[in-house]
């Protein structure tokens, strides 16, 4: 796993957002809720929206076109959607923001 610094050492704000991140040629939707981060998948698998223009709602991230529900712990998308986000592990460390990013299977030989 490749450990990737997204954010700076400046992201105390207590404010939430949704922003977009480009990590290893691709774009992921960071959110912060509370004290906690999320790292996830920045396209919405059912009409390609970008998630990072979505809101939060109950531990959700909801889909700005169809409002596609997408818990931000699993990706496990709302009961009868049938589909799912990609979630990464994140880490807050004194210098900033990390997301871990797993190597390709044909990179590890």
Known sequence: ???IKILPDRISSSEDFIIT???SGRKLCIV???KEFYAVQNKCPHAGADLSKGWCALGKLVCPYHR???DL???RGAEGQGNYIDTYPIELREDGLYVGISKPWWKLW
């Open 68 to 70: 596609h529900e997408f």
């Open 32 to 34: 912060k809720l509370g």
């Open 21 to 23: 991140v480009q990590v």
């Open 73 to 75: 712990i699993s990706g």
């Open 1 to 3: 796993m490749n450990w």
